[in-house]
């Protein structure tokens, strides 16, 4: 992995996929020309790949996508699926409703995500990038994303590995998030890098001038 001090300076990056990966992610993603996909990369539990932080009433919410077993002993990621066992995208969209529903742009969000819930998608991988490819689409930007061909331990120039750096175990890669404004500040202070919908549900078309101001 190359230096955390190259921060947003360089506009190369390598990523795993995620779920509704948090603000770092797409201030990256926001601030990159090109993107480098892995879709070859072992499955990782307890990360971003199946999993997002949204703030509720009570405080945060971690919110976590069952898969099944692989007969493998490492799942490539672009294989795992989805286990639908207890209707985790039901229970997930009526947290994300329950938490944002008095936000200002839940409203003008709500129909476009709930289609992407209602469907039942078979592999994790298809459905963090339906909805990767919406937030993007919401927040107007239009990065090159490419996916990998195959697995490599060292991402190729000029891509900087970001691939297991944004993690949920680590400290924030981006130090210059800029804060804004959120349901439940006034309750709980302001809370750093959530979910990108906790960006979107709280400030709209604004959101991209949050990520494009951010840097490390």
Request: proline share 4%.
């Amino acid at each position: 992995m190359q230096a955390d001090n190259q921060g947003l300076n360089t506009k190369t990056h390598c990523l795993s996929i995620a779920y509704l990966g948090p603000i770092e992610y797409y201030a990256i993603l926001a601030n990159s020309s090109k993107i480098l996909l892995e879709q070859h990369e072992s499955y990782i539990k307890q990360s971003y790949r199946n999993r997002c932080s949204i703030a509720t009433a009570n405080g945060i919410m971690n919110l976590t996508i069952p898969v099944e077993k692989h007969t493998k002993s490492k799942a490539i990621i672009k294989d795992v699926r989805i286990s639908y066992h207890g209707n985790w995208n039901e229970q997930h969209w009526k947290s994300i409703e329950s938490a944002y529903n008095s936000s200002p742009f839940f409203e003008y969000y709500e129909d476009e995500l709930r289609a992407i819930y209602n469907k039942r998608w078979i592999f994790l991988w298809d459905f963090n990038l339906a909805l990767q490819q919406k937030a993007l689409e919401l927040l107007d930007v239009e990065p090159i994303i490419q996916c990998t061909d195959k697995y490599e331990k060292e991402c190729p120039d000029p891509y900087i590995d970001l691939r297991d750096r944004i993690h949920p175990k680590n400290e924030m890669y981006l130090k210059g998030l800029k804060p804004y404004y959120q349901v439940f500040i006034n309750k709980h202070n302001f809370t750093p890098n959530l979910s990108i919908i906790d960006l979107l549900m709280n400030m709209g078309n604004e959101s991209i001038m949050i990520l494009k101001n951010s840097n490390q």
